[in-house]
């Protein structure tokens, strides 16, 4: 069992950054995929970028590639979302997501995901 806590969240101009942390629990994180997803309200899920367990292995939604980078560090069970020249677009809460998976591999389904967190807004002003 994994539990997955983000933080970092907040309100950010156009063009400033914001980076992103989510903090497990759990002795299984270093064989896990790891994902981050953000959702408007009204709207459904959507994958911004993922990781394999060892990180060797990433992979980004068009409309955050060059701008976002997702890396983590599995002696601390934290996964971290890096993103830079923010958009009022990128406005949404952000959750991190988990599953037990020890492939080079990154899933971009939520469905295919175990373990989700709790969520953090993220607020770009024009």
């Known amino acids: 069992q994994v539990q997955l806590v983000e933080s970092g969240g907040g309100l950010v101009q156009a063009g400033g950054s914001l980076r992103l942390s989510c903090a497990a629990s759990?002795?299984?994180?270093?064989?896990?995929?790891m994902g981050w997803f953000r959702q408007l309200p009204g709207k459904e899920r959507e994958f911004v970028a993922g990781i394999s367990w060892s990180g060797g292995t990433t992979y980004y939604a068009d409309s955050v590639k060059g701008r976002f980078t997702i890396s983590r560090d599995n002696a601390k069970n934290t996964v971290y979302l890096q993103m830079n020249s923010l958009k009022p677009e990128d406005t949404a809460v952000y959750y991190c997501?988990?599953?037990?998976?020890?492939?080079?591999?990154?899933?971009?389904?939520?469905?295919?995901?175990?373990?989700w967190g709790q969520g953090t807004q993220v607020t770009v002003s024009s």
């Open positions: 759990g002795r299984t994180f270093s064989s896990t995929a």
């Open positions: 997501a988990g599953r037990f998976d020890l492939r080079a591999i990154v899933y971009g389904l939520g469905s295919a995901y175990d373990y």
